[in-house]
Nanobody, 129 residues
Framework: QVDLVVSGGGSGQAGGSLRLTCVASGRTFRINTMGWFRQPPGKESDEREFVGGIGWNTGAATYADSVKDRFIITKDNAENTMWLQMNSLKPDDAGIYYC???????????????????WGLGPQVTVAP
């Protein structure tokens, strides 16, 4: 079992930046991949969409097309921490953000929620035009 605590985010303006932090605890030695998802306004939690993810051992990151070249995922294995740096914000970036972890081995970063094992509920992110 891995527990995740998400912090950061909040309100931003279009063109601005925000950062989210996800800290893992528990059986962190089993982490294979960590990811970020978001639930857009008006959508249900089971409609959360992939934002990006990173291989815990490889450091290879994958991003959704909608955030590519704007968002950056970094991590610190020793601190069991992952960050999501959100730059050039757009109103479409608004939503509830989640951090997720996958313990099962995979060669690529999964992009669907069912591929992840534990979740941390993050903040509501709003982006003013």
């Amino acid at each position: 079992q891995v527990d995740l605590v998400v912090s950061g985010g909040g309100s931003g303006q279009a063109g601005g930046s925000l950062r989210l932090t996800c800290v893992a605890s528990g059986r962190t030695f089993r982490i294979n991949t960590m990811g970020w998802f978001r639930q857009p306004p008006g959508k249900e939690s089971d409609e959360r969409e992939f934002v990006g993810g990173i291989g815990w051992n490889t450091g290879a990151a994958t991003y959704a097309d909608s955030v590519k070249d704007r968002f950056i995922i970094t991590k610190d294995n020793a601190e069991n921490t992952m960050w999501l740096q959100m730059n050039s914000l757009k109103p479409d970036d608004a939503g509830i953000y989640y951090c997720a972890v996958r313990m099962r081995t995979t060669m690529v970063v999964p992009t669907t929620p069912d591929q992840y094992d534990s979740w941390g509920l993050g903040p509501q992110v709003t982006v003013a035009p």
